[in-house]
């Protein structure tokens, strides 16, 4: 029986080569992308999940406010009534999940309300700012200003 | 036959009885941690997260960018940031031509993690504001189209993640964003950038920024949720995006945004 091409051979040998090329390639596809590759998109779902196991540092307002139920009440109507609790007081997190194992501090009213209300002139005009060389006479802020209610009625 | 049936039975039993105790055990852990339960409820296509920054509240006090690096873990140091804040100052001679390229005065000290220090004379006739900026959470971002290994997408809520084991650290992203959101962590040598605190939104929370954002100047919102009041805020307010001739889709809105910003 005469083969058809003169070279068959050469041809089987490769076919059989590009062939043993295309399995070696699924099966190391198959063993190095992850099954979830793909998932939603071009990537790997189980990053989504990646991004979702960090803890939580800050709390929120509404841990904060479950407890402290009298901070809410001296706060309500006043002009910081808004403010959430750890603008000032910090990322309370581990506090929220167990109150004794971490203690926030008490913010020092010398240097925590200038940082919002310090003279700047790129502040907004209506926000409320003072220059402390000017006002207080050098007493802490909370001398006269409750944190919690600042308007001094 | 009795047997191939009950093996159905068994393994449709077994399956639910898995799902459902991991969904238990995930929502435990989270009472436990003092967290809201949401987690486990979480369904994503009923999400499209973005965010409204109003700049006429902006005091420039830099909490967000300490709340943020205190929550993400972002490097301290001025080259590391996943939100800064921005001050523009424009001289009073200069106020007719805010499009023109070199004009603002742009300062950012240490991405406003500090604050901002008084740097010009009140009443001298120029215009200053702060400019909170972030990571757009584009719908079209320029970021993940580049990226070689599909290691950063647009999550299927709307924001833009990076996948921390998958990133090469190839930078190809960071010079592609338009907005300068991104930098390689110096630890993981990966691509970070904000992830709109995934992590916290994902639970009912608000971003970490949002959180300590004393003037509401920042907020996040939720495109895809009819009671957001974020709808109405659009409405009411002539809002801006960064960039919008880049076409990247950004959903950060800006109010009362001033043209001299890039």
Known sequence: MSSRFKDQEHLIRMGVLLLAGIIVFFVLRGVMVPRDFGEYGHYRGGALEDNRARPAVYAGRKACEECHEEVVAARKGGRHAAVGCEACHGPLAKHASDPAAAKPGRPDAKTICLVCHLENVARPAKFPQVNPLDHGEGKACSDCHKPHQPKIS | ?262
């Open chain 2, 1 to 262: 036959m009795t047997s191939k049936s009950d093996r159905r039975e068994f393994l449709r039993k077994s399956s639910k009885f898995l799902l459902l105790s991991g969904a238990a055990s995930v929502a435990y852990a989270s009472v436990a941690e003092g967290q809201p339960e949401k987690a486990p409820n979480y369904r994503m296509h009923d999400h499209w997260w973005g965010m409204v920054i109003d700049i006429d509240l902006c005091i420039g006090c830099g909490n967000c960018v300490r709340a943020d690096k205190a929550e993400n873990g972002v490097p301290l140091g001025p080259k590391y940031f996943r939100t800064w804040v921005e001050r523009y100052h424009i001289p009073p001679g200069d106020l007719q031509h805010p499009e023109k390229e070199e004009l603002p005065v742009v300062d950012s000290e240490n991405g406003g993690f500090d604050g901002f220090k008084e740097k010009y004379k009140k009443g001298d006739g120029s215009k200053n504001f702060f400019v909170p900026k972030l990571c757009n959470q584009c719908s079209h971002s320029p970021c993940t189209q580049v990226c070689p290994v599909g290691a950063t997408f647009e999550s299927p809520d709307g924001v833009v993640l990076v996948d921390r084991e998958y990133c090469l650290g190839c930078r190809y992203c960071i010079h592609a964003c338009p907005y300068g959101c991104r930098y390689l962590h110096p630890e993981t040598e990966t691509a970070d950038k904000c992830s709109l605190c995934y992590h916290r939104i994902v639970r009912g929370l608000t971003t970490a920024c949002c959180e300590a954002c004393p003037t509401g100047a920042r907020r996040l919102v939720d495109l895809k949720d009819p009671n957001d009041p974020v709808h109405e805020f659009l409405k009411m307010h002539k809002v801006h995006v960064l960039k919008p001739q880049m076409a990247t889709g950004a959903k950060v809105y800006y109010n009362a945004l001033d043209g001299s910003v890039r």
